[in-house]
C-alpha cells in the first residue's frame, strides 16, 4: 500500500518548521510531502510481518524563499505472533527507526544538526467489545 501526504499550512500547525526556526512566532506558508510505503506478509497462520518505510521533508516560506529544511527518513518492521485462532489477540514486536537530514541551509543558518531516534516496541493488541 502506498499513501502520499501534501500540506500546505498558511499557519505551522504540525509546528516541526515553527521548531526548526527557533524564532518565537509561529512559522508561515510551511510545506510538508510525505511518502509512505506499507507491506505485509502472513509466513504461518500464527505469524504476520509489516514493514512499513517512509519519508518526510519541510519546507519554510515556499511563497518566497522556497527554503527545504528537513527531510526525515523512517523504518518500522513489526512482527505479530497470533497465539489463538478463534480469540482476535495478538501480541507485537516493533523497531521504529528514525533519520532526520538537515539541508545544508538549516545546519548553516538556523544551527541544527542530523540526528537519529530509535525505539523498540513490545506489546498486546485486542479488540475493545462494547455493549
Do not use: C
Given at each position: 500500500m502506498y499513501d502520499f501526504h501534501y500540506s500546505y499550512?498558511?499557519?505551522?500547525?504540525?509546528?516541526?518548521?515553527?521548531?526548526?526556526?527557533?524564532?518565537?512566532?509561529?512559522?508561515?506558508?510551511?510545506?510538508?510531502?510525505?511518502?509512505?510505503?506499507?507491506?505485509?506478509?502472513?509466513?504461518?497462520?500464527?505469524?504476520?510481518?509489516?514493514?512499513?518505510?517512509?519519508?518526510?521533508?519541510?519546507?519554510?516560506?515556499?511563497?518566497?524563499?522556497?527554503?527545504?529544511?528537513?527531510?526525515?527518513?523512517?523504518m518500522i518492521p513489526t512482527l505479530y505472533y497470533s497465539p489463538f485462532k478463534n480469540i482476535d489477540i495478538r501480541f507485537f514486536f516493533a523497531y521504529i527507526g528514525r533519520y532526520y537530514d538537515y539541508s545544508n541551509y538549516a545546519v548553516e543558518n538556523l544551527d541544527v544538526a542530523d540526528y537519529n531516534k530509535n525505539e523498540l516496541r513490545l506489546g498486546l493488541i485486542a479488540p475493545l467489545l462494547l455493549l
Open positions: 499550512e498558511q499557519v505551522d500547525t504540525k509546528g516541526i518548521v515553527t521548531n526548526i526556526i527557533s524564532n518565537d512566532r509561529l512559522a508561515e506558508n510551511a510545506r510538508y510531502i510525505e511518502n509512505w510505503l506499507r507491506a505485509e506478509y502472513r509466513f504461518s497462520p500464527k505469524f504476520k510481518v509489516l514493514l512499513t518505510l517512509m519519508t518526510s521533508s519541510a519546507y519554510d516560506d515556499i511563497k518566497t524563499n522556497k527554503y527545504h529544511l528537513r527531510t526525515s527518513y523512517g
